[in-house]
């Protein structure tokens, strides 16, 4: 007889896993070649223990766990937040009826395309992230960095979940698939572009969990308002896990920004890159290449893909149940702006429901701004004239209907020799990058960090900043 | 026009309203003689020996029971009751009432009555003669075509005629522009004119045209046709044979929720537009006239019931429960038999198949533990768009150790052909003959999912814990997709390799009949199809597309 396995042991769940043998067998299947994958494309940096949380429940209080665990031991997880009894759907032609409990045979490519692709950011990002454990500047950050890696690993078992669970084979298949395509890969790159960029220093870890994560929300959003009710649930309870990465991603500019501006106060220059600092106007092209970037993951302004989905049911708006208005959208127009050849803009009336990755990506622009407006008090409470901005969403665009076009960062249309000639002030340059990266020499001491950020205000879970959150071997 | 009481297709001669079957020795008269107040819908007479659904399938039962009954007849002739008046074809009125699916069925329908006669021609010794005694025009020339033979009455006054194009703005749907050139070979430009033509070709030109075999005088009609029939039935190879069998009511019972014969259960479930045919195998001893001929009539029937009454239960799932061995000893009681019984059983469930591969709905096999998919049962599974086979124990009891398996024999390989000439096999492997050869050698045992897989006999083999939800996923999507576009897809699909006759005719005519059917130059408010019989000139859009 082979030997029992405690499902719920070793698996954390709420979906009953241990009854589930359909699930069981297909994740029998899959969990090894997940850790095959973790062991190759995870973290580099060898651990005896760091200090993680671990989703455990979804109960209002007490969902997760802290403790010391050895990064591949993590219990990695299934959890959908709490069944709504009566829930209905909210928006589309199905507006109304009750939310499905099962994926319908009409919509299963459709669905089982957008899980796909949510499912393929959450590994990309443990891949693009796997060398800067190298080079933290604090056992705190350290920490940071696994726990963001843990957490995306455990969205991809949640998507892996939904494939697995409502997919059959194909999805079974395509779960694998998930594991064979790699960040960067030239044989078999991550579906979008973001996800196939480098994340090569912490400045730039710092910016992806500011925007590029923050894009993940808004997508977990849409997908939260699905009529797929197993769907939702699952993105709702990953919304819960993904407001860390943000606060990982806000306070660590927020740390930089700081710690600059008291060089800058030092030394009476913003020219700190000779002190150990990163100036201000480097923090700015490195935000205008992560914020556009991001941009792009929402895809093009247009899209009648988005709109069928909507029709569908299958995504929704962010915030879809507050929203008011119709739910449906086809007598509602919004504008859009346009760029010209003759270099100016024009704006066009189109219908709202072909728009909305536009509203999408309105939102998130709204979100980005406060992160902003946050730095920008930093330096206004140091006295300093400088301030950061979001570029114009033209800017630097390969997605969408400004990509080909070249937009400054105000937003200024230009020929291509005048924006080329420019693009040093504005994206950073590979001398802006050796420079961050010369900077990035790892802090393991307890207590200590790095001369280019400054030290958090808090620690995690009510520990001080200078607990020992990683064992290191 | 709808109907409101579902269309039998089960008739008896004794109880035929526009046909009189007369058999005399080697030799039938089947006599076309439409009440005009008989009509399978009200709204519309049947006058001039016109047409409908109702008159066909009298026409059709005829044909059958002449296989069946009646294995002493070499030759049957076709004519008329009515004087001066062979056939007008189909009725005019009862078209332009007829909702489009009515429309393209009752085509589909009466072209396969008429292959059905060239089948007997050819495969049972059966000829079939017309004797044109009248005017003879579109439908009513559609059946003369469908005879081996065309005599024309020589009384300078009638005509044979496909007028659709002229008058009615559409096409001889029942396989008559192809037969024309294809099995009459009449020289394209003289078929160019012939068709457009409304008042037909009489007499010498006929003949010249080879439109018709012979002229026979006003005088003397009968005997003459009479005396051309016995020398057909003189060349005859029909297997002699004393006494046929008697073709009984199926009697199935009838609720609201599907059909019950002896051997097949149909069942509906109209939410999810699907219809579940479950074919049960045979019990008891093998019998020449046993499971399989009742099978094939309960078989024919429940595909003609569901296709003229539900129109929109567009997929079928075929099922079946039973011992594939019982299947197999059963056929091969008739494959083995060299008796004009045993020819008869094989040429009908060949052309149950072909009935089969032509039904505009989607065929989805589901192969189960428990089923009988063996032999000529298994042909219903290569018939359909998509087999699936159980790999695991029956759903509803996970310990037992039953496995679904499929069973090639003899019966597969060429017994059965389908339209375009080739058997279900060679059309799922065309031009594979290796592959083919393969097959042959896996035959008389069962093959179990991993070699069903293997051998490409089936789509999928999903587990048991995959099963249902794979089942119902594919179900459901496929409710989703556009009914037109998964005809086109489906029709284009299942018939690959050469053209026949048959496929040209379901493909080529069919598709076209179709769209111009839809046209408005033929069904608009001002089309030839509506003006018929108005007064009023059709009025066409002139631009070609």
Known sequence: ??????????????????????????????????????????????????????????????????????????????????????????????????????????????????????????????EQQRL?????????????????????????????????????????????????????????????????????????????????????????????????????????????????????????????????????????????????????DLIQRYLNFHYTVSLDLFGSETSTNAANYYTAGLKGRWQETRRKDDHKLTDDSRLLDRPREDGTW???????????????????????????????????????????????????????????????????????????????????????????????????????????????????????????????? | MTTTTPVTFERHPDTYRHWRLTVDG?????????????????????????????????????????????????????????????????????????????????????NETRNGIEDATEFSGQTYVAAVNGSCAGGGYEIALACEKILLVDDNSSTVALPEVPLLGVLPGTGGLTRVVDKRRVRRDLADVFATRPDGVKGRTAVDWRLVDELVPRVGFREKVLSRAHELAAESDRLPAEQGIELAPLEPSITDDGIEYRHIRVGYDRPNSLVTLTVLGPSGEPELDGWLLRLTRELDDAILRLRTNEPDLGTWVLRTEGDPEAVLAHEEVVLSGKDWLSNEILHYYKRTLKRLDVTSRTLIALIEPGSCFAGSLLELAFAADRQYLLDGPPIDDEDSPERASITLSEANFGVFPMGNGLSRLESRFYGDDDHLTWLARERDRPLSAAEAVELGLVTDAPDDLDWEDEIRIALEGRASLSPDALTGMEANHRFVGPETLETKIFGRLTAWQNWIFTRPNASGPEGALRRYGTGQKAVFDRKRV
């Open chain 1, 132 to 280: 800067l454990g190298l080079t933290a500047p604090s056992l705190y950050d350290l920490r940071n960095l696994f726990q963001v890696n843990v957490e995306e690993g455990r969205h991809l078992w949640a998507m892996v979940y939904l494939l697995h669970a409502y997919f059959g084979r194909e999805g079974r298949d395509e779960a694998e698939g998930l594991l064979l395509r790699n960040s960067g890969s030239p044989d078999a790159p991550r579906i979008l572009g973001a996800f196939n960029e480098e994340t090569a220093d912490w400045l730039a870890f710092y910016m992806f969990t500011y925007f590029t994560d923050r894009d993940g929300k808004y997508q977990l959003g849409t997908l939260k308002e699905s009529s797929f009710d197993p769907l939702s649930r699952t993105c709702e309870f990953m919304l819960k896990e993904e407001a860390h990465h943000m606060m990982v991603g806000t306070t660590g500019v927020d740390r930089v920004v700081q710690r600059s501006a008291e060089l800058i106060r030092e030394h009476d220059t913003y020219d700190i890159a000779s002190h150990g600092g990163i100036p201000l």
């Open chain 2, 26 to 110: 080697e030799v039938a008269w089947l006599e076309m003689d439409v009440d005009e107040q008989g009509g399978l819908v009200p709204g519309y007479e049947l006058k001039l020996n016109s047409y409908d659904l109702g008159v066909d399938i009298e026409f059709y039962d005829a044909t059958q029971r002449l296989r069946f009954e009646h294995p002493q007849v070499r030759a049957v002739i076709v004519t008329s009751a009515k004087d001066k008046v062979f056939c007008a074809g189909a009725n005019i009125r009862m078209l332009a009432a007829s909702p489009h699916e009515w429309k393209v069925n009752f085509c589909k329908f009466t």
């Open chain 1, 1 to 126: 007889m082979p030997e029992k396995i405690d499902y719920d042991a070793k698996i954390p769940n709420n979906v009953h896993l241990a009854d589930d043998r359909r699930l069981q067998r297909a994740l029998e299947g899959w969990q090894p070649k997940f850790m095959n994958w973790w062991g190759e494309m995870g973290p580099t940096l060898e651990t005896e223990g760091v200090y993680l949380r671990t989703a455990v429940s979804v109960g209002r209080d007490g969902w997760a766990h802290f403790d010391h665990v050895n990064v591949p031991d993590y219990r990695w997880g299934i959890f959908l937040a709490e069944r709504e009894p009566d829930r209905r759907i909210a928006f589309g032609e199905h507006a109304g009826e009750p939310v499905w409990q099962q994926v319908p045979g009409e919509y299963r490519a459709d669905l089982q395309r957008l899980i796909v692709i949510q499912g393929d950011t959450e590994p990309a990002s443990v």
């Open chain 1, 346 to 473: 024009t704006s066009e009336e189109l219908q709202a429901i072909l728009l909305l990755n536009l509203d999408l990506r309105g939102e998130y622009t709204a979100d980005c701004q406060t992160g902003v407006n946050r730095w920008n008090k930093i330096l206004a409470d140091a006295g300093i004239d400088f301030r950061f901005a979001l570029p114009h969403p033209g800017f630097n665009r390969e997605v969408g209907i400004n990509s080909g076009h070249h937009v400054t960062p105000d937003g200024s249309i230009v020929d291509e020799a005048t924006w080329e000639a420019a693009r040093h002030k504005w994206l950073p340059t590979a001398e802006d990058l050796t420079f961050v990266r010369s900077l990035m020499h790892p802090v393991y001491e307890r207590g200590k960090i790095a001369s280019w950020v400054a030290p958090p205000r808090q620690g995690i879970n009510g520990k001080p900043f200078d607990y020992e959150y990683v064992y290191l071997t």
